[in-house]
């Protein structure tokens, strides 16, 4: 198990940038694949991106490639995602979660979640 506390959230103005971070607990922080996911007012939650152990290889949601980049420091336990160019559809509650083995963008296979944290952008 891991644990996740996901910082970094507030209210831009559209255009605008925003870097959210995520610090995990524990020493195995290099073993999970980790991803951040949203969940706009309304809708389900969505796959936003994700990072394998060796920051080797990333996956994004299109809406978001281009705009958005996740990264991660295995030294520090954490991990960021840096939005820019931030649109108001991306207006959600933002969460890290962390799994042991393949990544993958179904919600449901992440078993470590983060608290949540708000990102608002206004138009």
């Known amino acids: 198990q891991v644990q996740l506390v996901a910082s970094g959230g507030g209210l831009v103005q559209a255009g605008g940038s925003l870097r959210l971070s995520c610090a995990a607990s524990?020493?195995?922080?290099?073993?999970?694949?980790m991803a951040w996911f949203r969940q706009p007012p309304g809708k389900e939650r969505e796959f936003v991106a994700g990072?394998?152990?060796?920051?080797?290889?990333?996956d994004y949601l299109n809406s978001v490639k281009g705009r958005f980049t996740i990264s991660r420091d295995n030294a520090k336990n954490t991990v960021f995602l840096q939005m820019n160019s931030l649109k108001p559809e991306d207006t959600a509650v933002y969460y890290c979660?962390?799994?042991?083995?393949?990544?993958?963008?179904?919600?449901?296979?992440?078993?470590?979640w983060g608290q949540g944290t708000q990102v608002t952008v206004s138009s």
């Open positions: 979660a962390a799994r042991i083995g393949a990544g993958t963008r179904d919600w449901s296979a992440y078993l470590n």
């Open positions: 524990g020493r195995t922080f290099d073993h999970y694949y």
């Open positions: 990072i394998n152990p060796s920051a080797g290889s990333t």
